[in-house]
């Protein structure tokens, strides 16, 4: 089979006019100062505690206006609500028998459904292995904290993994009415910020092993929590109309919110996840907002909030689209590309193969990247719910290194933006491909 035989014409000619069309096209200060801003102590994280989302929503509507995006909403804005655990107050722990102290997220963290508490509790250590046995006994362990010491489970056996659900279970339904939980843990587990949306009368620890010198007797801890039933976020939707097609859309998001601030201390900065996407697409409204650059089919830059929490923004706004779903031609999601050193991956390939044949015929001749993988459906960013409804949707994200995932290190700093021009000029070829060939692909298999 001939993977490089054109189905339209000659890929030489055609990258030969994209070659004029995409010098000067990049500006990698403006789309540094803009991951830097969005991923700034000013903007708390772009979560809900401090309302960090509406903060970088302003920015980011600030700007549209600036470059003179049109919109389909008086302020660029979509708004949603859904209901949210915020932590803005205390925020600390401490046990009687650590061996360091507790620093949030680094050693010790709670989890995203945690009720407010402060005081001193007695803690009662319970062996997972007699778990099961108590709660069948009807037993409870009121205004008190239940420790779980799960260290030496190894997650990859499938009996340990068992007792690991039912930790995670317990702890979360609260089946012994305790005040609160601790799960004592090799390493920190994974954080799941969707859980707050889920409002409780309980508290649940996590804290590694190395920084106890045995099992806990009593815990002090202080958390300031609130629920809100119905927070109020937005999405921020713009377009530049095209001049040959303007019913027809190629689109391009990204995700701007993050996980915010967890208490007065810790913030979640998200440069790379996604401060990156969020400016990646600011900086190709910025290209194609100028006169010389306006696009023949229209170009919609979307950027979506709820993407840590499961993807709500997005959901929402393919249930409420602000114009017609089966109007995108081709939606491009741009989530973590702050690296791409190593090439970049494009989630969905084998579901769209015309876009993804089209992204690497344009690398294969002009190198804008070391390699463009390819990966199938995956419901792991705000290109899914466009997937699901038909639409034909990819999400990229960078390879290569970055600062550490869904932590405070996460930083501009940490980041490579070692594959910036090559995207960029990938995705400036990708829209001008479209306007030379209808949007068919490059090649066929």
């Not at 650059?293 to 919609?300: E, G």
Request: proline share 3%; aromatic share 14%; hydrophobic share 35%.
């Amino acid at each position: 089979m001939d993977m490089k035989r054109l189905k339209v014409i000659g890929l030489s000619f055609v990258c030969a006019l994209l070659a004029v069309c995409s010098v000067q096209a990049q500006d990698s200060l403006y789309y540094r100062s803009w991951v830097g801003k969005l991923a700034s102590e000013d903007c708390r994280g772009r979560g809900y505690s401090g309302g960090g989302d509406r903060i970088a929503a302003q920015l980011i509507v600030d700007e549209w206006r600036r470059l003179g995006l049109q919109h389909w909403t008086e302020d660029y804005l979509q708004p949603l609500n859904f209901s949210m655990n915020l932590y803005e107050g205390e925020a600390t722990v401490s046990f009687d028998t650590q061996d360091t102290a507790m620093v949030l997220f680094e050693n010790v963290q709670f989890e995203p459904y945690s009720h407010g508490v402060k005081g001193t509790f007695k803690v009662k250590n319970v062996p997972v292995s007699k778990m099961v046995a108590l709660y069948k006994a009807g037993k409870t362990f009121e205004n008190q904290f239940v420790c779980f010491d799960i260290s030496a489970l190894d997650s990859k056996d499938s009996s340990d993994k068992l007792y690991l659900d039912a930790v995670q279970e317990l702890c979360f339904q609260n089946y012994f009415k305790a005040k609160g939980y601790i799960i004592v843990s090799e390493k920190l587990r994974g954080w799941h910020i969707g859980y707050g949306k889920y409002e409780k009368s309980h508290t649940v620890i996590n804290v590694c092993k190395s920084a106890l010198k045995k099992m806990p007797r009593k815990v002090t801890v202080a958390l300031d929590q609130r629920f809100e039933a119905k927070y109020s976020s937005q999405n921020i939707c713009a377009f530049i109309p095209g001049k040959s097609h303007p019913d027809s859309f190629i689109v391009f998001a990204g995700h701007y919110e993050h996980l915010g601030q967890f208490g007065k201390d810790y913030t979640f900065y998200g440069a790379n996840d996604n401060a990156s996407g969020a400016a990646f697409v600011i900086d190709l409204a910025r290209h194609f907002s100028q006169p010389e650059n306006q696009p023949d089919y229209s170009i919609a830059f979307l950027h979506f909030t709820g993407e840590e929490e499961g993807l709500w923004g997005s959901f929402y706004y393919c249930e409420h689209p602000l114009f017609p779903l089966e109007n995108i031609k081709a939606l491009v999601n741009l989530d973590m590309v702050g690296t791409g050193e190593e090439g970049i991956t494009v989630v969905c390939a084998t579901a769209f193969p015309q876009i993804y044949n089209t992204l690497t015929a344009i690398n294969g001749e002009k190198h804008y990247l070391s390699k463009v993988a390819s990966r199938g459906p995956a419901a792991n960013s705000d290109h899914y719910p466009f997937y699901k409804k038909g639409c034909p949707a990819v999400f990229i994200y960078g390879m290569g290194q970055s600062g550490r995932y869904h932590s405070r290190h996460d930083t501009l700093e940490a980041m490579s933006l070692g594959g910036y021009t090559g995207l960029f000029r990938l995705m400036v070829d990708f829209v001008q491909w479209f306007q030379l060939t209808g949007g068919l692909p490059a090649v066929e298999e």
